[in-house]
């Protein structure tokens, strides 16, 4: 079972920050979790609100700033909102890297970002998956390339997500713990597809997903597991 930090380590450091991935990769997460959304210069910026005032000492929509804007804010732990490339840069190949594609317009540029990356340094298309609950975005980036890991994010049960990832020929499917079942673990995984459970934080639910088989947790508390 893998291990993905949520948000980074977002239980121990600030949520999409530097600083909480750096805190993920050094518990041994195979991978990190993020959240994208387009500012209004055109980069990338990794935070889950659309809105500023929640994590940051800003505030209105990151799609009304630009990023020398954004990145004159801090959070409210005094840290920087950082870009997608600021991300590669830090984690440069050492886990995998889970985008969710949170704002809208979101789909092409994360695909622009990730080939460049992908064409000049030693990360592989097999580090990245990209999932959202926007599944029309899912589309459009299978529309362009079937080269990455699409992941079928869902609030609602497996009943709702599995016909949409066999159309995307998906590679996951992302389920709430809060509802999940042992058997709608079995039912995704005979179909072919892996299973990642979000957002796992308790220990006794952590050790029930690897009882469960499924393929990976995402959890705010890495250290936990």
């Not at 889950?48 to 804010?73: C, F, I, M, S």
């Not at 984690?91 to 992908?118: D, F, S």
Request: overall charge negative.
């Amino acid at each position: 079972m893998k291990i993905f930090g949520h948000r980074g380590a977002a239980g121990l450091v600030a949520e999409n920050t530097i600083e909480s991935i750096v805190e993920a990769i050094k518990h041994g997460v195979d991978g990190v979790e993020i959240d994208v959304h387009r500012c209004k210069s055109g980069e990338l910026i990794v935070i889950h609100d659309e809105t500023l005032e929640r994590t940051t000492t800003g505030v209105g929509n990151v799609a009304d700033h630009t990023l020398q804007e954004l990145q004159e804010l801090r959070t409210k732990e005094g840290f920087i909102i950082p870009t997608l490339i600021q991300v590669l840069e830090c984690i440069n190949g050492q886990c995998e890297l889970n985008v969710e594609l949170k704002g809208k317009c979101t789909a092409m540029p994360t695909i622009e970002v990730l080939e460049t990356y992908i064409a000049k340094t030693e990360w592989d298309y097999n580090q990245f998956i990209i999932s959202s609950f926007d599944h029309a975005q899912l589309f459009e980036i299978k529309e362009m390339t079937s080269q990455f890991r699409l992941g079928v994010l869902t609030e609602e049960d497996i009943t709702h997500a599995l016909p949409i990832a066999k159309k995307l020929q998906a590679f996951s499917v992302h389920l709430p713990i809060t509802s999940i079942t042992i058997e709608e673990v079995r039912e995704a995984k005979e179909l072919g597809y892996q299973v990642y459970i979000w957002t796992v934080n308790l220990v006794p639910l952590i050790v029930r997903s690897k009882t469960w088989k499924v393929d990976g947790i995402i959890t705010d508390f890495p250290n936990f597991v």
